[in-house]
């Protein structure tokens, strides 16, 4: 009896099988290196809260033109930081060939207005006449912000 | 020989899920966390002058213009054209009040458009929210104004 049982043991093996492991993190290493860029390409800034926003999903495609503006009234077309004087003649540049695009304006919450009404005007010299304004979906109920 | 083959059946022949159900869950949770990032935003238009200035046509009595007063150091205040809205006072009280009169403006009209118009000292989140407060009235198109239109450049 006692034999037979010591034998039994010898046989399992005492390493972990590490395999499954592996398998996640390798995927959550793919996962992670795809979500990353989608992160950080975006200027900080702290959107306006509303109630009724509608989804905007060509914002986050590669080729939507983006102005934003910060708090402290800096303008960014993408992710590099412009002045308002030239903001017009770039924007123009990057619809030269597909006229009639939306431009989508993000706008910290706390922005002046005098600012974000400079960036407009400055796309607006460049033709547009629709602009999407991002903001975020309110989610204290009204009367939060 | 014949005994070590014969071994061979105690094999369990099915497949192992565990690392598949693993990692599906795994996509599910991650998948699951991105989808909400979708953006959100409101739709404005921004007018383009006319060709001629000698066109500019005198703004018909049926033209809506919101405008966001700045008051130092309080809320902004509201007027629908010239008449103020809750009696010039700011606050969550005046913007339901603004509601309720667009609401009642825009409730027999075809074509609702409406215009904003923010004094350049406000922060942008009122004037974000008087454009909320428009589409949660049903205004289709919402024209920002801004200073350089208003001097019809």
Redesign the interface.
Same mark, same amino acid.
């Given at each position: 009896m006692g034999i037979s049982v010591r034998n039994e043991g010898g046989k399992v093996s005492s390493n972990i099988n590490v *395999?499954?492991m592996v /398998?996640?993190m390798l !995927? #959550?290493l793919i996962?992670f290196m795809v979500?990353t860029p989608m992160l950080q390409n975006k200027v900080q800034i702290d959107m @306006?809260?509303?109630?009724?926003? $509608?989804?905007?999903?060509d +914002? /986050?495609k590669d080729d939507a033109i983006v102005v934003a503006?910060t708090r402290d009234g800096g303008v960014f077309l993408g992710q590099n930081k412009t002045s308002v004087s030239e903001l017009g003649s770039q924007v123009s540049t990057a619809l030269a060939d597909k006229p009639g695009k *939306?431009i989508?304006i993000r +706008?910290? +919450?706390? @922005?002046?207005? =005098?600012a974000?009404?400079d960036a407009? &005007?400055a796309? =607006?010299s460049a %033709? !547009? &006449? /629709? !602009? %999407? #304004? #991002? $903001?975020?979906?309110r989610e204290n109920g009204? %009367?939060g @912000? | 020989m014949s005994m070590t083959t014969g071994g061979g059946g105690g094999y369990s022949s099915d497949i192992n899920m565990t690392p598949m159900i693993d990692i599906l869950l795994v996509l599910l949770i991650i998948f699951m966390v991105i989808v909400p990032v979708t953006p959100k935003g409101l739709d404005a238009l921004v007018p383009q002058p006319p060709k001629n200035p000698e066109q500019q046509k005198n703004p018909g009595d049926r033209t809506i213009v919101v405008q966001v007063l700045h008051q130092p150091g309080k809320n902004p205040s509201y007027k629908i054209n010239e008449t103020d809205v809750y009696n010039g006072a700011g606050g969550p009280a005046a913007q339901k009040e603004l509601q309720a009169r667009l609401t009642e403006i825009y409730a027999n009209r075809a074509e609702r458009v409406m215009f904003v118009k923010g004094d350049d000292d406000i922060d942008f989140h009122y004037v974000a929210e008087v454009i909320d407060i428009g589409r949660a009235a049903n205004v289709d198109h919402i024209g920002l104004m801004t200073p350089k239109i208003m001097a019809g450049q």
């Open positions: *395999t499954p /398998d996640v !995927v #959550l996962i979500i @306006a809260k509303v109630d009724n926003a $509608t989804a905007m999903p +914002a /986050d503006v *939306t989508f +706008a910290d +919450a706390r @922005a002046q207005y =005098r974000v009404e407009i &005007d796309v =607006r %033709g !547009v &006449d /629709d !602009v %999407g #304004l #991002l $903001t975020q979906k009204p %009367g @912000a | -």
